[in-house]
């Protein structure tokens, strides 16, 4: 009887001080942790540097936009070929990061007289994207509703695709498109005119 006793007394000991031993033990704990930690620093990693560059193509794509809009506003005429051209300003721009989907747009914009109504005086787009109708009524800015005023509108649009697709977040998103709309007065004279262009 005492022997039993003896016995159950040393397997309750053993076991405690297995339990004791397991608590204590912090082999391994690290690496566990780094498991939980490793896949959160790879996700803010890849999106600093995602974000990081998209911010740099988005300061291009407005430089570009701004930059076409203001060498068209600068002389009273203008054509086809000088709106085409454009589109290797803007491309030279972006380098080095990816224009071959960048497309632009401007459209001549005159307000009457009484600055209630803005109307189409021509437009041009690099893309396939439907082309306003001259003398069609535009809508633009209350801030621009000014009498007699003239301005061309620039937009400017530019697919941005990401380096990589952000792991464990299931996200299938590769790609997003940044753009900007600027309006500009002519520099010299109170109009440009577009010979050739679709209206």
């Known amino acids: 009887m005492t022997s039993t006793m003896q016995s159950s007394h040393n397997n309750r000991v053993s076991l405690k001080s297995r339990v004791q031993n397991f608590l204590g033990n912090k ?3 690290g690496a566990i942790e780094f498991a939980f930690v490793a896949p959160i620093l790879v996700v803010l990693y890849i999106g ?6 998209a911010l740099s193509v988005d300061t291009k794509v407005s430089r570009a936009g701004n930059v076409t ?3 068209i506003t ?6 086809k070929d000088d709106l085409e051209d454009m589109e290797d300003v803007a491309k030279s721009i972006l380098a080095p990061y990816a224009s071959d989907q960048v497309a632009l747009g401007y459209t001549a914009i005159q307000v009457n007289a009484a600055g209630t109504e803005a109307r189409v005086q021509w437009s041009w787009r690099s893309d396939t994207e439907t082309l306003p109708a001259k003398n069609s009524v535009i809508t633009i800015p209350n801030s621009l509703m000014i009498g007699d005023a003239y301005y061309v509108r620039g937009e400017i649009a530019n697919t941005h695709d990401l380096l990589t697709s952000i792991p464990f977040t299931g ?7 940044l753009g900007e709309t600027y309006f500009m007065r ?10 050739d262009c679709n209206t």
């Open 27 to 29: 082999e391994g704990v």
């Open 69 to 71: 809009l203001d060498l």
């Open 186 to 195: 002519p520099r010299v004279g109170t109009e440009i005119n577009c010979s």
């Open 48 to 53: 600093a540097v995602e974000m990081t560059v």
């Open 74 to 79: 600068q002389g009273t005429t203008t054509s």
């Open 171 to 177: 996200s299938t998103v590769n790609s997003f498109n």
